[in-house]
């Protein structure tokens, strides 16, 4: 059985609690108890194998993030999430993303970017394509809306960020496999065949559930085998 440890980033209530909960016991929590850190397991199968995934649930709120380094450093995937009512933990999750990549010093870090409470259209202040943006910005990481509450897209975004980090081991293990056969040169090669299975099956679905996206292109080199793919899903 796999391990993985999965972290939940984000502002103070935004939902990461509502999320993980929702996620790992199928309920929502209705009342705002800010968390320290809360850590939860939860054994899933993806792609036909099963994964015992370790989930913490982070602090948002200043006083603790003095932790976080060492959460990002342990993270094997991260959940970056925002809230569509409040702007501000959008623009906090750049900081986040940023100190993410630079702890785990690698810009192929398995994650996904999340615009919670989607369900509060009446609230909404960031709009599903200032969320699309940020995605591509950040070299089109996928980028789903979710609610708790609805519990939609909540098991997607984990679901995508173990996938995310499946591709990452293939793509490392291939490589060592052509480094050791001597296969230099055909490492490349060896990168591409094994991302085909662990792919996401979900481009770009509007609120409807309808491509709103087109085909999916790779996403341009920053590193010789890098070669993403986009996931926008909203509700
Ligand atoms: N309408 C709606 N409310 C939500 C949703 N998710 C969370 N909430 C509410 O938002 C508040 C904060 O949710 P939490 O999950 O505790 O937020 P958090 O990000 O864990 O907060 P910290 O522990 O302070 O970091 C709670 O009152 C929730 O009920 C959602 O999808 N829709």
């Not at 609690?17 to 199968?45: A, H, N, W």
């Not at 609805?150 to 490589?175: C, G, W």
Request: charged fraction near 30%; proline fraction near 3%.
């Amino acid at each position: 059985m796999r391990d993985y440890k999965l972290v939940v980033l984000g502002a103070g209530g935004v939902g990461k609690s509502c999320l993980t909960v929702q996620f790992v016991q199928g309920v929502y929590l209705d009342t705002y108890d800010p968390t320290i850190e809360d850590s939860y397991r939860k054994s899933m199968e993806i792609d036909n194998k099963i994964f015992d995934l370790e989930i913490l649930d982070t602090a948002g709120v200043a006083q603790f993030t003095a932790m976080r380094e060492l959460y990002i450093k342990s993270g094997l995937g991260f959940l970056l999430v925002y809230s569509v009512t409040d702007r501000q933990s959008l623009e906090e999750l750049v900081e986040l993303r940023e100190q993410v990549l630079r702890i785990k010093d690698s810009d192929r870090v398995p994650m996904v970017l999340v615009g919670n409470k989607a369900d509060l259209e009446e609230e909404r202040v960031v709009s599903v394509e200032e969320g699309i943006e940020m995605s591509s910005k950040w070299g089109k990481v996928p980028f789903y809306e979710t609610s708790a509450l609805l519990r939609s897209n909540v098991e997607e975004v984990f679901v995508d960020v173990v996938r995310q980090i499946i591709r990452n081991e293939l793509e490392a293990a291939n490589a060592n496999a052509s480094a050791s056969a001597g296969l230099g040169a055909g490492a490349g090669a060896g990168v591409a065949r094994a991302e085909a299975p662990a792919g996401r099956e979900k481009t770009a679905v509007s609120r409807d559930k309808a491509p709103v996206g087109g085909p999916k292109k790779p996403e341009p080199k920053r590193r010789k085998k890098s070669k993403k793919k986009n996931a926008c899903v909203v509700l």
